[in-house]
């Protein structure tokens, strides 16, 4: 093998082996002899250039889709349409009263059966969808009530006992999402105050519990994740008497016109 060694100038760099041969890059009277100069070109390859410009590519739709995805969330958020509302609710329940009665004795002028509670309620006009916080009040259990419209479904979610229950919607105790929220903006406006009526259902729990709640919609889906799941069904009415001695557990919740008791027989 030989080596050649030449600098920018044409002149040899280190000493010469034997077997090396000098070859300038510019021969000294190469014009006049006729031998030819060789010129050497560098050029990116193909195969660069390639891979840039697919990189290129990919990172202008990268941008683009973030632009456009962005956008879309943004465009949901400003167009969603809340009613958010703390609602403040008192009545008598001539249930409590009764059963007092038949505890304790005839009803006397200091009692009092009168309660008062305090619900949160978020509505999604938009969506069709109502979410009420109950706090724990009279003999109810603190929970989350939702009713979706377009489902027809409504889901009560124990927030204590980590337990969501479904069942049908029934239109004739709750309003619609818009009709509730012109309801609620004239109640806290002081415009009247309802006449509040208590009414009880009884619904008995569907055994076994179910996977999920994906089939009543993604709004009841998307809260009752990592719950236990229950289909509900309508229960005959249970003397007072016996619901004292059985293990029943209570929601309620007001639409500003009844406060709804759902006892839930498991």
Do not use: W
């Amino acid at each position: 093998m030989t080596i050649i060694k030449i600098t920018k100038d044409g002149k040899f760099v280190g000493k010469k082996k034997a077997d090396e041969v000098i070859v300038p890059l510019h021969p000294e009277g190469a014009r006049e002899v006729g031998v030819r100069q060789l010129n050497v070109d560098y050029h990116t390859t193909r195969k660069t250039r390639t891979i840039v410009n697919v990189f290129l590519v990919l990172m202008a739709l990268l941008v683009l889709a973030t632009g456009v995805v962005g956008g879309v969330y943004l465009y949901k958020y400003m167009a969603h349409k809340h009613h958010k509302q703390e609602v403040t609710v008192q009545y008598d329940d001539p249930v409590a009263m009764a059963v007092s009665s038949q505890t304790k004795g005839p009803a006397t002028p200091g009692d009092s059966y009168s309660f008062t509670m305090v619900q949160e309620v978020d509505i999604e006009m938009d969506m069709e969808v109502e979410r009420i916080d109950v706090p724990d009040f009279d003999d109810c259990r603190r929970s989350l009530i939702l009713h979706d419209f377009p489902n027809n479904y409504t889901a009560i979610i124990d927030v204590n006992d980590q337990e969501c229950f479904i069942m049908d919607l029934d239109r004739t105790q709750m309003k619609p999402p818009r009709s509730f929220a012109e309801l609620v903006e004239k109640y806290t406006s002081g415009y009247y105050t309802p006449r509040l009526s208590v009414v009880r259902q009884e619904y008995q729990v569907v055994l076994p519990k179910m996977a999920d709640a994906k089939f009543a919609g993604p709004a009841i889906a998307a809260e009752c994740i990592g719950l236990d799941v229950y289909r509900l069904e309508k229960r005959q009415p249970t003397p007072i008497l016996e619901i004292q001695f059985t293990y029943v557990k209570t929601y309620g919740f007001s639409n500003l016109e009844q406060v709804i008791k759902d006892q839930i027989f498991k």
